[in-house]
């Protein structure tokens, strides 16, 4: 299975500013996270940001948060390690339309009533990066595996403060059902092919 732009999130878990220079590689990981907020931006995929403890860690470094405010996101502060704890689940699904409470409605014979409004359906392939690989990200990832979403997390985009931790992280959560990949794998995937006309501006952000 490739990876749908049409039916894609992005979510970038915890690139701040006390906690990024500790983070193994933390250089390439930040760049490829700029690339992906961009490329969302570009191929309009929805882009949802958090923060862990944001008065201890600090804030999103600045130009990520802004790539992420370009997109037209928004970030969650958070407690808990897990961001689906906090209602990221709310943000990533949107709301059950609510049936007709009128009661005439309700008392017309049933040949006669309207059927009822297909609920709207979300975008269920969660594209996920950030750091701690084994903390946040992971229990954000897992969680949303949980509930039913697709899972794809960008390798290049992790990391942890320990280069064992972050490939345990990807161990674990390939066991569980994600999908590992690349930045590079999600540029050309959104893409499809060299005919789309965002291609030139996808191509440039990956070179």
């Not at 958090?50 to 999103?60: I, R, S, V």
Request: proline share 6%; hydrophobic share 45%.
């Amino acid at each position: 299975m490739l990876l749908d732009a049409d039916d894609s999130q992005l979510v970038l878990v915890d690139y701040q500013i006390r906690l990024m220079p500790a983070i193994f590689e933390h250089e390439r990981v930040v760049a490829n996270a700029l690339r992906l907020a961009r490329m969302a931006r570009i191929m309009e995929v929805p882009v949802w940001g958090t923060a862990q403890n944001p008065d201890k860690l600090g804030q999103n470094l600045p130009e990520l948060q802004a790539a992420i405010d370009s997109a037209g996101g928004k970030t969650m502060a958070k407690m808990h390690f897990s961001a689906a704890a906090e209602g990221l689940v709310e943000w990533l699904r949107p709301p059950v339309r609510k049936a007709p409470s009128g009661g005439n409605a309700r008392s017309l014979p049933k040949h006669m009533q309207k059927p009822p409004e297909p609920e709207e359906e979300g975008r269920s392939m969660i594209v996920i990066a950030g750091c701690e690989a084994h903390v946040c990200l992971m229990q954000t990832a897992l969680e949303l595996l949980e509930e039913e979403f697709d899972v794809w997390v960008v390798t290049d985009a992790c990391s942890s403060r320990s280069e064992r931790d972050r490939d345990a992280a990807f161990d674990r959560l390939a066991g569980n059902g994600a999908e590992l990949v690349t930045t590079e794998m999600v540029a050309f995937e959104w893409a499809r092919t060299c005919e789309h006309p965002a291609f030139r501006e996808m191509l440039a952000l990956v070179k």
